[in-house]
């Protein structure tokens, strides 16, 4: 299992909450069984599932939620 099955999972999911319970079920499981085998378990990096449980552990359940980046607006301040 890898990443890319993850990323073709999560895409295929229409809604945010769809996506936000995946995420959430796969923290739950990563604090509970481990990061490595959370990873293994819903096909990810070990990196990834880090990353939602430290999101989830400073934001609870806010943190698994999408945080898009306005890379337009960083840009145009940059040029200023």
Known sequence: ???YKYFIVL???KTKADKFDL?????RYAIK???KPA???YASTPKTVRKWV???KQERLAGLTNQYIDYTTHLYFAML
């Open 33 to 35: 069984d481990g990061i």
């Open 23 to 27: 995420r959430l079920r796969m923290v």
């Open 11 to 13: 895409n295929a999911m």
């Open 39 to 41: 990873a293994r378990a």
């Open 1 to 3: 299992m890898s990443a």
């Open 54 to 56: 430290e999101r989830y």
